[in-house]
């Protein structure tokens, strides 16, 4: 069974860093796209970051030159490093893993996966 897992958050003050991991097990035969989002109280998610396995990363206009997403090749985690961090950055962060896996004795196909989410505070 594919799993994605968020881990990384925490509170941290004004101007601080943090780097979030999303991390997918299971029987995956590869990596497609892995896209990060957020959700503060009271707003609609919104789109931070993609990593692209076959191009560059995109970044949201908010967060760009801040934030830098990565992956290590050999592993199944892409991470999300975020400096200069500003209190509208608080959310959850989930992260959607476009996967390329199986399901019983199909063909490997594309499926998307999210998370649980990872909470981050901004706050001093």
């Known amino acids: 069974q594919v799993q994605v897992v968020e881990s990384g958050g925490g509170l941290v003050q004004p101007g601080g860093s943090l780097r979030l991991s999303c991390a997918a097990s299971?029987?995956?035969?590869?990596?497609?796209?892995v896209g990060w989002y957020r959700q503060a109280p009271g707003k609609e998610r919104e789109w931070v970051a993609t990593y692209i396995s076959t191009g560059s990363p995109t970044y949201a206009d908010s967060i760009k030159g801040r934030f830098t997403i990565s992956r290590t090749n050999a592993e199944n985690t892409v991470y999300l490093q975020m400096n200069s961090l500003k209190p509208e950055d608080t959310a959850v962060y989930y992260c959607n893993a476009n996967l390329l896996t199986r399901l019983g004795v199909s063909p490997p196909r594309l499926y998307d996966y999210w998370g649980q989410g990872t909470q981050v505070t901004v706050s001093s």
């Open positions: 299971g029987s995956i035969f590869g990596i497609n796209t």
